[in-house]
């Protein structure tokens, strides 16, 4: 499809050509990398095809934006938007603690689900639906992912999901020139350490969504073996 006729003659559209242009360059360069991205990808859409009488209906439609969120987080990695990438990948995160939290009470399913009822049920979803509380309930079904899936969650706000310094100057540069000091911060960056360290953040990310969601939903992972189908993924995360 040809791009119309004044695309790439404002800065936003040329910003946007540029992440394609980027995300060509990784799928190009780092093809062991992209490779993963495309192979947990694809287990995810294994499970949400022809998907028909899921165990937890929320827990499934929870589970299909936790996948969307890992989609829209690998086209900002692979396009260099380390920092960008770091906050979607959070989204992804909460997008499985949540399905996990609501699938494990009716109670808190209809929390979940009432939410824009009254002041009453929304100060009821934010006391209920908050890391100090989903975290504990997913360490006693899995002491091993709640510690990992914690761990992860702190990195992507270390990292970019809250303005803390390590996101912010992960794509700063800073340059004496004459006594002056330049700073200068990338929208994107081409450095190989951080395209390696989100594409690998994004892999780990992505199986232990995975994890947490065949709790939620498992008759179908049994019915695909999608838990099996990680084994060879995982090495080397």
Known sequence: MQPPPTWGQDDLSEFIDGARANAFATFANLSGSYSRIRDIDSL????????KDPDNLIGAGLGLRCHSALRAAAQLAISGQVPEAFMVLRGALELALY?????????????????QDNEATRKQRSKEFTPRVMFPILRAVDKGLGDIVG???ERTIDYGAHPNAAGVLTTMEHK???GDQEFSFAYFTADQVSLRFIIQT????????LDMLSYVLPTR?????TIRKTIPMRAGL
């Open 99 to 115: 399905a996990h939290h609501a699938s494990t009470s009716d109670a808190r399913a209809d929390i979940w689900l009432n939410r």
């Open 221 to 225: 992972f049994l019915e695909k073996k």
């Open 202 to 209: 994004w892999g780990q990310v992505a199986l232990s969504c």
């Open 176 to 178: 004496e020139n004459d």
């Open 44 to 51: 995810f859409t294994e499970l949400f095809t022809d998907f």
């Open 151 to 153: 761990k992860l969650y």
